[in-house]
């Protein structure tokens, strides 16, 4: 092997995940938990929230869409947090449909993606005029504006709770912005305008969580 000869190596540290007890996570025999059956369970875990949510999915796309939750959650719990921080792993907090979750996030590109299967004809974002009058407005294109600022600081600081954080005050901007300022109903351009902001936001929402390694179903 040559590695090592050429190249810089940096050590990146990370702090300890601690059962709810806040103990080092270990089996009921005392054994290091292993990852195969943290992923199983997680996605047995999201399974039922999957159902209680949507019962109508069909078997296959259920078992999809748990896969992609499940998995989704573990990955942003722990990369949501600073890395050289302890924090305690909890199954309820993590599949959270509400609160600093992936599965949160992840419905909040659904029920963007859902406004578009509304319309009557496909969509071109690019062609719309973007007309700013609403608070909600303006401070929600200023998020979208900053995600090319924020990711060299990522990458220089290996930190990817800052992106975490990032698409969190996203979705949540985005959730003030639906409720402040009609969008179907609006009249053109407006409806336009507010459409290619729901596809803008959608677009850097799913490119953030996809940076993160999170996927994004299409139905919840």
């Avoid at 949501?80 to 199954?91: E, G």
Wanted: net charge negative.
């Amino acid at each position: 092997a040559r590695w090592g000869k050429t190249g810089d190596f940096q050590h990146i540290g990370f702090g300890s995940i601690l059962g709810e007890d806040r103990k080092m996570m270990k089996t009921r025999s005392g054994e290091s938990v292993g990852l195969i059956e943290v992923l199983e369970e997680a996605v047995e875990r999201a399974a039922k929230v999957i159902a209680e949510k949507n019962p109508d999915l069909p078997a296959d796309e259920a078992a999809k869409i748990a896969e992609t939750v499940g998995i989704g959650a573990l990955k942003f719990a722990e990369l949501s947090q600073n890395r050289l921080t302890d924090y305690v792993f909890s199954w309820d907090r993590m599949l959270a449909l509400q609160g600093d979750t992936a599965p949160y996030l992840q419905y909040s590109h659904v029920r963007i993606r859902s406004i578009f299967r509304k319309l009557d004809a496909p969509f071109d974002a690019t062609a719309a005029g973007i007309h700013l009058n609403e608070a909600a407005e303006i401070h929600l294109v200023r998020l979208i504006v900053r995600f090319g600022e924020i990711l060299p600081t990522i990458l220089e600081d290996h930190r990817p709770n800052l992106l975490a954080n990032y698409v969190l005050e996203l979705a949540r901007a985005f959730h003030s912005y639906f409720e402040a300022c009609p969008v179907l109903k609006a009249e053109e351009p407006i409806r336009s305008s507010r459409l290619a902001l729901c596809e803008l936001t959608a677009r850097t929402l799913k490119q953030g969580l996809h940076l993160l390694g999170i996927d994004v179903p299409e139905r919840m």
